[in-house]
């Protein structure tokens, strides 16, 4: 960010109204009357400084029905992002700890004029409902699942394990740190299917076994030779086999992913389908999973191989 472009937001954030918007519309989508009832403000002047922020691209609004909803852009440049948290985190005040309390209470007059449903369609998987989390959605969907023996490289400390346990016919984690492997043997103590293994996914020593599915959830970010991991993973596959590999996307954030010690800046999607290919599998897809919201919008890869 520019000296310019850093001062026009100190500039704009100078007016303390649009400082209480701001902080209301991070915690939650409202609209004009509602941002109006929180902060004992008219409508119209509400209006005029929400206009601001909008054409700042602090925040983004969205129609439903008849209703425009407005919130904080999550998407916006990640070095304005650092500098309205930089803001945020030092701003202790009695005024925005008051609208933060008359929040809950606009939002049930909202639910209990519209309907929860109503007010969130079209954007829907960005609220959170009792019960509605994605650990229960993934939950759920696995029930469907039949894996038959799965090899999990690079495991972690067990959740994937954990969620397919019940529908596995066995699972073996690899992960190549002691302390992550300790963790994961905890978690997974309850499921006698499942074994957990420290070892290199370079050169996985596990005999003559073979599995029905191997999966590489994040685990290519973490490869020195990733086209030799991706051989390894085939080597160990069953004739009709399945391969599940899921990375993040070519990117030059290299400053974002060193604290997580990622050992690459991700992978193209030809990338990916040249090690499958290189590896004698039959690719099924390589496609972009999805795309982060919040800077600097990290996309996320999958490919899906079968050995012959």
Request: charged share 25%; hydrophobic share 45%.
């Amino acid at each position: 960010m520019d000296l310019a472009t850093a001062s026009s937001v100190l500039r704009l954030l100078a007016d303390p109204t649009r400082v209480r918007l701001l902080a209301l519309l991070e915690r939650e989508e409202l609209t004009v009357a509602e941002l109006a009832a929180v902060l004992h403000l008219a409508q119209p002047r509400v209006s005029t400084h929400l206009a601001k922020l909008k054409e700042a691209e602090l925040v983004r609004d969205r129609r439903a029905g008849v209703s425009a909803y407005y919130r904080a852009n999550s998407e916006s440049d990640e070095h304005q992002q650092a500098l309205l948290k930089s803001l945020r985190d030092s701003i202790d005040d009695a005024l925005l700890r008051e609208d933060a309390a008359r929040l809950p209470g606009v939002l049930a007059q909202r639910a209990r004029e519209e309907g929860w449903a109503d007010t969130v369609a079209g954007d829907m998987e960005r609220h959170y409902s009792p019960g509605r989390t994605w650990e229960t959605l993934a939950r759920s969907l696995l029930q469907l699942l039949g894996t038959g023996d799965v090899l999990d490289i690079a495991s972690g400390d067990g959740i994937t394990a954990e969620l397919l346990a019940p529908h596995a016919h066995s699972i073996v984690c690899v992960d190549s740190s002691e302390r992550v492997v300790e963790a994961a043997a905890q978690r997974l103590k309850p499921f006698a299917n499942v074994e957990v293994r420290q070892g290199d996914m370079h050169a996985l020593d596990l005999g003559e076994r073979r599995f029905d599915l191997v999966l590489m959830l994040h685990a290519l970010t973490y490869a020195e030779q990733p086209a030799k991991a991706v051989s390894e993973a085939a080597r160990l596959l069953r004739s009709g086999g399945r391969l599940l590999a899921v990375t993040l996307g070519k990117h030059d954030h290299r400053a974002v992913v060193e604290p997580f010690d990622h050992r690459n800046l991700g992978f193209a999607a030809d990338e990916l389908s040249g090690f499958a290919e290189a590896a004698g599998l039959s690719v099924l897809s390589c496609t972009r999973l999805s795309r982060e919201r919040k800077a600097p919008h990290f996309e996320v890869m999958s490919l899906l191989a079968r050995k012959p």
